[in-house]
């Protein structure tokens, strides 16, 4: 939803541009600005205080039995459900991170009025699968590392509607500043990797990704 040069750096101050958002991120945008107008258009009596969190990809154990859309990347890499990896970048933050935050959104003194950016960092997905391949592959996983081109991902996009909506995103890259978080909130992002392998043995252990013959678990 916010178009920039690669390499740009966000931070609380910026916003998705909501006319070139995808519908979601749209959604988000509209509704987080319309939580702010609210709080502001109350009557002293009656205003609280509001605080925001925004995270980026959320990763780490999972800790429920249902699948949601944040199972999507590791699920696929885990299975092999691609011959290859499309060159784009995901700003990740660990949902152990997330559910610190909300519990210091509410009890650090320097929070309310504030919006936070929680992502630890940004990483490629040929990043993440790398660190899938070091720990799993003698496990008997077979992930994929080599680089899609992008050819190959616009062809495949006229008869896969969910690829054609990533297209614009292939290639990009942005850094999120998370030292408000970090300062306010005392939030220590967990590095990505450990979110990574975490997430990936926990799907193993709850049955959304199948044990394989060589499948040790941790150690």
């Known amino acids: 939803g916010i178009t920039a040069p690669n390499g740009t750096e966000f931070t609380e101050k910026n916003w998705s541009d909501v006319d070139k958002a995808t519908t979601y991120a749209k959604s988000k945008t509209l509704a ?37 859309s944040s ?29 610190a935050a909300h519990i210091a959104g509410l009890t650090a003194p320097n929070a309310a009025g504030n919006r936070y950016v929680l992502v630890s960092e940004n990483i490629w997905m040929g990043e993440m699968a790398q660190v899938l391949y070091d720990e799993f592959k003698s496990q008997g996983y077979d992930v994929p590392t080599r680089t899609a081109p992008y050819f190959l991902l616009w062809t495949l996009s006229w008869f896969d509607k969910a690829l054609a909506l990533l297209l614009p995103d292939i290639g990009r890259y942005s850094k999120f500043i998370n030292t408000q978080a970090n300062k306010d909130l005392g939030i220590t992002f967990k590095p990505v990797k450990e979110s990574i392998v975490d997430m990936a043995y926990s799907m193993i252990e709850r049955g959304f990704i199948q044990k394989t013959p060589n499948y040790k678990g941790r150690d």
């Open 32 to 68: 987080e600005k319309a939580a702010w107008e609210f709080v502001k258009n109350l009557p002293d009596s009656k205003k609280f205080e509001l605080v925001v969190l925004n995270p980026g990809f959320i990763q780490g154990p999972v800790i429920r039995g249902t699948h949601c």
């Open 71 to 99: 199972l999507e990347a590791i699920s696929r890499l885990m299975k092999r459900a691609m011959p290859a990896v499309p060159k784009m970048s995901f700003a990740i933050v660990d949902v152990r991170d997330v559910a």
